[in-house]
């Protein structure tokens, strides 16, 4: 076991595998990224197959999936397989697999809620409680609280940015209307927090964002999919959620409901000093009349 390995089990065996594969990714082979996408699509099967069986999967020889593990730092192929074992069982939603059915047109809306209502409770069922609360208190005590999204993680990012502005100061959006990334966000330090939503199909310029702002020690958290490849590796702390369908366009339903539990959870450690600030938003809401 190498001087990286953390001990097997629960949110530490899905670091060793899936957050040292997104740290080394780029420097894969063409055939170890092959590999590696085969085991980031679906983490929960790597426990179920043999090397053999995840060469054939790869299009790989043997001998690659051997380079392979030795380069994402375990010291076998069963100690990987074993650490995937382990985070499935301890319910991760990345280790848990399945295909998604399409039915018949006449059962559409049974089947479609099926879809939003599992998604929704991956989602929430895969979060930590105690890594929530670490969230929240940086979230909160950040000096500056940045949302960055592009794309269809754009609106993600601004409604997230929303429910904080309620009840705290300083947040924004990065980038502004008429604003580049780096004004936006050139004088982020350590002392504030990047909200990233990255969700699948994410550009190339919200990896090179992220890689700069983690260069500067600007602490990244990070929500996405299981697709993401990369940028999780310069998160300080990451959420995954599914937004799989058998349906045309992803769906967002579990996205929002983490990001309204971290806005939730971070308004309760705001106290009395966030119940002051809502108050007084209000309180000038009805002087000047801006609600019917």
């Avoid at 100061?169 to 004088?187: F, L, V």
């Avoid at 350590?190 to 199909?201: A, K, N």
Wanted: with cysteine.
């Amino acid at each position: 076991m190498t001087k990286n390995k953390k001990k097997a089990g629960g949110p530490s065996s899905h670091s060793v595998i899936v957050d040292t594969l997104h740290r080394i990714y780029q420097d894969f082979s063409k055939q170890e990224k092959r590999v590696a996408d085969v085991i980031l699509d679906a983490p929960g099967e790597l426990g179920l197959y043999s090397a053999s069986e995840l060469a054939e999967r790869a299009d790989v020889s043997k001998a690659t999936i051997t380079r392979f593990v030795r380069r994402a730092q375990f010291s076998s192929y069963e100690e990987m397989r074993l650490a995937a074992r382990d985070a499935r069982s301890w319910g991760s939603p990345l280790f848990q697999t399945g295909p998604a059915n399409k039915t018949a047109d006449n059962e559409f809306l049974s089947d479609f809620l099926e879809v939003e209502t599992r998604n929704l409770s991956q989602a929430l069922n895969g979060l930590v409680p105690s890594e929530i609360d670490e969230m929240a208190d940086a979230l909160v005590a950040a000096r500056n609280l940045v949302f960055m999204g592009f794309r269809n993680s754009h609106f993600l990012a601004s409604y997230a940015r929303n429910q904080f502005l309620q009840f705290r100061s300083g947040t924004r959006i990065s980038p502004g209307p008429g604003e580049t990334i780096t004004e936006s966000t050139a004088d982020l330090t350590s002392e504030d927090v990047v909200l990233v939503i990255g969700l699948r199909r994410i550009l190339s310029s919200l990896k090179n964002e992220m890689e700069a702002l983690h260069d500067r020690g600007v602490p990244i958290l990070l929500l996405t999919d299981p697709s993401a490849r990369v940028v999780p590796a310069f998160a300080r702390w990451t959420l995954t959620c599914p937004v799989e369908s058998p349906y045309l366009f992803d769906s967002y339903s579990g996205v929002q409901s983490v990001l309204r539990v971290l806005a939730y959870k971070s308004f309760q450690k705001a106290g009395k000093r966030g119940r002051a600030y809502m108050e007084a938003i209000e309180a000038r809401h009805a002087e000047t009349g801006v609600f019917e």
